[in-house]
């Protein structure tokens, strides 16, 4: 096989790896009934005029599974960070007791869970998609070389690779929201 084909093949498997790396972080963000420092992940605060992540002015941890504490590094952000909490719709209601503030994370109401397991498999799906719009790219880039004087059976190879690995980062993707699924929905 040459190496121009080589190149293409790792180059579809880097970014299908990606992929498949990017649906995981996302899916940490969905929560699945136990509290996690991840689930303030999309709250920025306002920090002396410029938008910081929470992770950069407090620290955040999780002392059990459902309780959130964030404590500033500086007394004075202890409003714009409870404020900044609030507005970003997570459906928290910090408790601020002056030096840190505490979240309690509500449990899944059964339907809150059913919402949460359909935004996990349009996650998937939009993975999937993802992933064979890369097969397809490869696969164009591969005709193009066969117009270019490359040998049929190697193209035909070439293609043969690419629709396995597809079928393998597809099952990959399947397996992630299978075990998100039921973490879930898990009591």
């Not at 498949?20 to 996690?36: F, T």
């Not at 002015?57 to 900044?84: G, L, Y």
């Not at 209601?93 to 509500?106: E, K, T």
Request: charge should be negative.
């Amino acid at each position: 096989m040459s190496e121009e084909i080589e190149l293409y093949l790792e180059d579809a498997n880097e970014r299908m790896d990606k992929t498949n790396k990017h649906l995981e972080s996302e899916l940490l963000k969905i929560r699945a009934g136990k509290a996690s420092p991840v689930m303030l992940d999309a709250v920025f605060v306002d920090y002396y005029g410029q938008k910081s992540a929470l992770s950069q002015v407090a620290n955040v941890n999780t002392p059990d599974a459902k309780t959130i504490v964030v404590q500033p590094w500086d007394k004075s952000m202890m409003e714009p960070i409870e404020k900044a909490i609030m507005s970003a719709n997570l459906g928290f209601n910090p408790i601020n007791n002056g030096d840190i503030l505490r979240i309690i994370v509500p449990p899944l109401t059964e339907e809150r869970r059913r919402q949460l397991a359909k935004q996990v498999r349009n996650e998937g799906e939009n993975t999937k998609v993802s992933i064979r719009n890369i097969r397809r790219d490869t696969n164009e880039a591969l005709k193009k070389l066969k117009k270019d004087g490359t040998p049929e059976d190697e193209i035909k190879d070439a293609e043969d690779k690419i629709q396995k690995m597809t079928d393998s980062y597809i099952k990959k993707v399947d397996e992630i929201l299978e075990k998100k699924e039921k973490d879930i929905m898990s009591i």
